[in-house]
């Protein structure tokens, strides 16, 4: 499970944010590898925890995401992003939202949000998937403008690669 440690700027100073990372997880049951992770969080708790989509990948696994996030930390702040999966397997969006929330985690399409971490802000914005959904970079930004702690949550490796090379305002159109 990666982790990365940032220093977020706030009004008095450096503050260190913690940030957890879990994508493709394809969960369809709860086995050793769903309980470690969660009890690596829990043995070090993060400061945000990051999903970057294929949480689940069939349309009858909303119940197992429920489990699997059941066992974190409900005050842990989370962020999540759909992949192609979600798609391709029917996930029910609205209740996949829905499940998220009552874990105090956020699905982000198209959108930014905005935690406030030990005294920083954090800005998150997440695209939709590049394969499978409508990513749409203008809408996601929204009107928010440049921030010191601002993380760009997306399921797909292209869009990474895409963002790497310009400007993200420069993020060509898909093609289909």
Not at 71 to 84: E, M, S
Not at 92 to 110: A, F, K, M, Q, W
Not at 150 to 162: I, K, S, T, Y
Request: glycine share 10%; net charge negative.
């Amino acid at each position: 499970m990666p982790r990365r440690v940032v220093r977020g700027r706030s009004a008095t100073g450096d503050v260190r944010i913690t940030i957890a990372h879990l994508s493709d997880q394809h969960l369809s049951e709860i086995g050793t590898r769903e309980r470690r992770v969660a009890e690596l969080l829990a043995q070090s708790p993060p400061s945000v925890l990051l999903i970057t989509g294929d949480s689940i990948d069939r349309e009858g696994k909303l119940q197992v995401l429920d489990a699997f996030l059941a066992q974190l930390d409900p005050r842990l702040p989370k962020f999540a992003v759909l992949g192609n999966w979600e798609y391709f397997g029917g996930v029910d969006v609205p209740g996949l939202s829905g499940t998220y929330e009552r874990h105090n985690c956020r699905l982000l399409i198209n959108e930014s949000a905005r935690e406030r971490i030990g005294g920083a802000e954090l800005l998150v914005t997440g695209l939709d998937d590049w394969l499978a959904g409508e990513p749409d970079v203008q809408a996601a930004l929204g009107s928010t403008s440049p921030h010191p702690n601002h993380v760009l949550l997306a399921h797909c490796p292209v869009q990474r690669d895409l963002l790497g090379v310009g400007r993200i305002a420069d993020l060509p159109e898909r093609d289909g």
